[in-house]
């Protein structure tokens, strides 16, 4: 069984930064599609960004968040990391990483694996 397992969530004042780690317990292909998700409670889960592995120029990002986050992967390719810059309330969700084999590389794709989820809280 393949896990993913994420790190790095927690609260933080508007304006600050946070790092989000997303750990494969093995490496699934060496290009991989991997996204982060996020989720408020009462609202549908909504793509924050998507990559596939080695391949420059591929990364979309939300309009919410373009700009201020940026996706990227540890030279292992089992560890995604998100860095999320100048954070306003509203960015404050469970955000969830992902990660699919094959497929276009699309947030409405199907994932056949998911992160556990951590808890971004942004104060103003």
């Known amino acids: 069984q393949v896990q993913l397992v994420e790190s790095g969530g927690g609260s933080v004042q508007a304006g600050g930064s946070l790092r989000l780690s997303c750990q494969a317990t093995?490496?699934?292909?060496?290009?991989?599609?991997m996204a982060w998700f996020r989720q408020v409670p009462g609202k549908e889960r909504e793509g924050v960004a998507v990559?596939?592995?080695?391949?420059?120029?591929?990364?979309k990002y939300a309009d919410s968040v373009k700009g201020r986050f940026t996706i990227s992967h540890g030279d292992a390719k089992n560890t995604q990391y998100l860095q999320m810059n100048s954070l306003p309330p509203d960015d404050s969700a469970i955000y969830y990483c992902?990660?699919?084999?094959?497929?276009?590389?699309?947030?409405?794709?199907?994932?056949?694996?998911w992160g556990q989820g951590t808890q971004v809280t942004v104060s103003s």
């Open positions: 992902a990660a699919a084999v094959g497929g276009a590389c699309r947030p409405e794709d199907p994932f056949g694996y």
């Open positions: 093995r490496t699934l292909a060496r290009t991989l599609c």
């Open positions: 990559a596939l592995i080695d391949y420059d120029g591929t990364t």
